[in-house]
């Protein structure tokens, strides 16, 4: 069984390798456009490799994503089994990665919540901070 650290850079470098053929236009499908690999995990006995992933016009692709993905997964393993040198190459799962719009969310709260205090709070100007 190989320890934490390997199974860790292994699915680093299924998440490296992944994105390559992404970003090169190695998987040919127009369905993937602008996707982006956000996380790998591979169980202990590297027999899974949970694919995360998330594109950038949110969670309205994401079944056309998955789709996508699972369509093109026996090419994208045979690939990937051709780059990485394992004895026996874990199938595949791809998975909707949702952590991207939600910090987008958070963000756009505390940005809200940000202006909504600058209006509270009425501005003082030097002078009457001079005179006082």
């Keep these: 069984m190989p320890s934490k650290v390997r199974l860790q850079r292994i699915a680093d ?3 490296q390798d992944l994105s390559e053929m992404l970003v090169m236009g190695r998987v040919n ?14 169980d202990r006995e590297l027999a899974y490799a949970e694919i995360y992933v998330s594109a950038v016009e949110g969670a309205e692709r994401a079944k056309e994503v ?12 045979h690939e990937l089994a051709a780059q990485i040198d394992l004895r026996s190459f874990p199938r595949l799962r791809f998975h909707w ?10 963000e756009r ?5 940000h202006t909504d205090e600058t209006q509270a709070e009425p501005e003082v100007e030097d002078d009457e901070v001079d005179e006082a």
């Design 13 to 15: 470098r299924l998440r």
């Design 29 to 42: 499908d127009p369905r993937l456009a602008g996707v982006n690999v956000t996380d790998v995990s591979i």
């Design 66 to 77: 998955i789709a996508a993905f699972e369509h093109a997964s026996g090419f994208i393993r």
């Design 97 to 106: 990665d949702p952590t991207p719009e939600k910090a987008d969310r958070i």
């Design 109 to 113: 709260l505390l940005l809200t919540l």
